[in-house]
């Protein structure tokens, strides 16, 4: 199947339904275009979904959008790993090749003494050989009556084995890059989707209506920094980190300075702190100590969704700072805004 025929099949057996209304409404409107008649003998207008119905839309596809950009994250960071990992294999097979060719020339100088003296043995000419797997396929029927030709020889055979061992590797890292990659791409035409898809919807209602649709979920007043009450200095350091991006826009797959996503802002504070968690949100709830709900300190990452999509910086007062969606800056939420969880709290 041609690769773009795949993308598209993939995103429509992926995106999640529509509202009963809103697809009630498409169905409708399609009989109706069908049939050609109207009861009332009029062209029969497709009905505007409410603005109840516009918000729960584009709330789920926001979500999913974010869900998809926690997956490229992780599908990038095992590409960054692969591809280093890559890298590391080729210079350490190029080096122990190098070793290999050392071992042989030195074979060789004796091979040319001993061919000049009576002829060049069969030990030296596989040694000598071109091809690895051949040498490695005979090595063990040629006699090694002499004791320091074996060791040399036996020498050789460790080092061929070594490139090959590091060369089978390399294969296998560069599988795992290619495949990383393509994992990526696919997340990342879902972001896009989901977020056309919102767009589109968000593109049929008034200016103000857009504003209250990207609006943050019931915000509360911004609390000064200096409310926060921290557990640690860097807890303390996070924290101020945190507030000191606020208004920055969102990014998908940003870590900053200059955008954000929600695991990349989270990343970023505690990296100011001098504390280096993982790049997704559903990795970092494995890191540092389990915090209960009635016990969140500032600095404590707070996590949302079944699928542990979604983290923010809690900063005390029953607020959070996070990176919340394509649109939308930066801000201050309250903590149960949204479904909540877990919670850490990071060394």
């Known amino acids: 199947m041609a ?36 009861l009332d003998g009029s062209a029969l207008a497709e009905p505007e979904p409410t603005l109840a119905e516009v918000e729960e839309r584009v709330d789920a596809l926001h979500a999913e959008a974010e869900e998809a950009t926690e997956a490229f994250n992780a599908a990038t960071e095992a590409a ?13 097979a190029a080096r122990r090749t190098a070793e290999l060719n050392e071992a042989r020339d030195a074979l060789g100088s004796q091979a040319g003494v001993e061919y000049r003296t009576g002829g060049l043995p069969a030990t030296l000419q596989l040694a000598l050989s071109a091809d690895p797997d051949d040498f ?15 060791r040399a020889l036996r020498d050789v055979e460790q080092r061929v084995r070594a490139v090959e061992r590091l060369r089978e590797e390399a294969e296998d890292r560069a599988e795992a890059l290619a495949e990383a990659r393509e994992r990526a791409a696919e997340q990342r035409e879902v972001i896009d989707d989901r977020i056309d898809e919102a767009e589109e ?7 103000e209506e857009r504003e209250r649709l990207l609006g943050e979920e019931r915000s509360g007043p911004v609390a000064p920094a200096s409310a926060a ?4 200095p860097r807890a303390a350091a996070a924290v101020s980190y945190a507030y000191a991006q606020l208004g ?16 990349g802002l989270t990343q970023a504070a505690w ?3 001098g504390v280096a968690l993982p790049r997704t949100s559903y990795a970092q709830v494995d890191t540092g100590t389990r915090v209960p709900r009635a016990e969140l300190a500032p600095g404590d990452l707070v996590f949302y969704y079944s699928g542990i999509s979604h983290v923010g910086l809690y900063v005390g007062n029953g607020q959070i700072i996070h990176a919340s969606r394509a649109g939308t800056p930066v801000r201050m939420a309250p903590v149960d805004s949204m479904p909540f969880a877990a919670a850490t709290r990071p060394a």
């Open 201 to 207: 919807l968000l593109a049929t209602r008034t200016a």
């Open 229 to 232: 009450v921290a557990t640690s």
């Open 248 to 263: 920055k826009p969102y990014g998908w797959g940003a870590t900053g300075p200059d955008a954000f996503d929600c695991s």
């Open 136 to 150: 490695l396929r005979r090595a063990d029927l040629v006699d090694r009556g002499d004791v320091g030709r074996a």
């Open 3 to 38: 690769k773009h025929r795949k993308s598209r099949l993939w995103r429509r057996t992926h995106r999640k339904p529509m509202p009963v209304a809103l697809r009630a409404a498409a169905t409708l409107t399609l009989a109706g275009a069908a049939s050609g008649t109207m």
């Open 271 to 273: 990296r100011a702190a």
């Open 80 to 92: 960054d790993d692969a591809e280093a990992d890559l890298d590391d294999l080729r210079d350490r």
